[in-house]
């Protein structure tokens, strides 16, 4: 009976994860330069009764097809430029993401709306000021430009930096933080890539994909709650007739 237990009660672990994961792309759909995640599950027998030898699984042993996380991916994909009235925001075509220098480091984003703090520096708010290749950048007001390449010039017409746009080094750990933001170890600087003015990248979440995706999760999660109960039931049963005999 123990094993219907670790068989329902994971997967009410697993889908209730699966929840927040969709919850949190829906919540962040409105998100410029927002990369949608998905869930990777896994099962215990896969990974614990498992051996990995020259590239090829072995298995060693049985055990109950009880599943966990294994991983959440985020989708790379890039999504359309919506064109606006901002000169402060930007929008990359290509590889590659905007470098933001926070209290606790350099993130990498995709969003591009940008702002102007009250020393002149670009700045996405919240979060730090926009880095070009020799530190932050210093536009000074709104009639700043920056051209396809990424080269910055100032409300005065005078060239200021190049914007600094990288991406995770190869075999680098990569961490997903809150609204769109990723650390990296490591950093390549990208030079291919095509930068637009008075535009944002959308979010590539998919909506009704994600709404299809919560429903189907909500349902799995009823079922193995459903399933749990009866388990539960089964065992008290038993556990009743044993006492009796």
């Known amino acids: 009976m123990l094993s219907g237990f670790y068989t329902a009660g994971s997967g009410i672990l697993n889908q209730q994860r699966n929840v927040n994961v969709i919850g949190n792309n829906i919540s962040n759909s409105q998100t410029a330069g927002y990369k949608a995640q998905r869930m990777v599950q896994s099962t215990y027998e896969h990974n614990f009764l498992t051996r990995l030898e020259d590239g090829i699984y072995h298995k060693i042993g049985e055990g109950d097809p009880a599943v966990y996380t294994d991983v959440v991916e985020t989708i790379t994909d890039e999504s359309y430029l919506r064109e606006t009235e901002n000169p402060y925001d930007m929008a990359l075509v290509g590889e590659g993401y905007f470098n933001i220098a926070g209290n606790n480091g350099t993130y990498l984003t995709r969003n591009g709306n940008f702002n102007i703090d009250a020393e002149g520096y670009l700045v996405l708010e919240g979060i730090g000021r926009v880095q070009g290749r020799n530190g932050s950048l210093l536009v000074k007001g709104a009639d700043y430009s920056i051209t396809p390449h990424g080269l ?94």
């Open 152 to 245: 910055v010039y100032n409300s005065e017409g005078v060239y200021v930096d190049r914007l600094l746009i990288s991406k995770p080094a190869d075999g680098t750990q990569v961490k997903k933080i809150d609204n769109g933001m990723f650390t990296a170890e490591q950093t390549d600087i990208v030079d291919v890539t095509t930068v637009y003015q008075n535009h944002l990248e959308q979010s590539n979440v998919d909506m009704n994909e994600e709404y299809t995706g919560l429903i189907e999760a909500q349902r799995a999660l009823q079922a193995c709650a459903s399933a749990l109960k009866m388990v539960d039931n089964i065992n008290a049963k038993a556990a009743t007739i044993s006492s009796i005999s």
